[in-house]
């Protein structure tokens, strides 16, 4: 295919959506793929808030959150992280924000959390494995 373009790009919370507009990426991208080791769910906040649509997210959780617990790194004013902050996303965390934002959970593999948006789902006839009220925790589906 011609028209793939891959990027590796350091992202700012605070800018990523505006540093994808500057490079001209279209907000109805095919894939992201989210894996700062740190604020995972930030960045993906705020590309979503920004208006960008990727029809698949692929964001690495942190492992080290109990299964079923939402749990992020929240930045302070500046964004610094707080000292003694817990790193990363949870997959339940990673979960969440993609729900609020049209997405459902595709598969969970080891540390990585697939989604994908439910339109585009819907539309290939996606069968997905979770029911509406579960949520992810890397390797598990925990259900409410």
Sequence with gaps: RTNVTVRAELLDPVQAAATLRQSNVP???GLLKVDIDSVDCAIMRAILEGGFRPTLIHVEAY???APGVRAELIL???GTPPRHAPPGCSCAAIAALGRKFGYRT?????EDVTLVLASAAAKANLNLRMQPGCTPSCGNFFCD
């Design 106 to 110: 595709l598969s969970v593999e080891g």
């Design 76 to 78: 302070q004013s500046g």
């Design 63 to 65: 492992p080290g959150h």
């Design 27 to 29: 907000t109805n991208l």
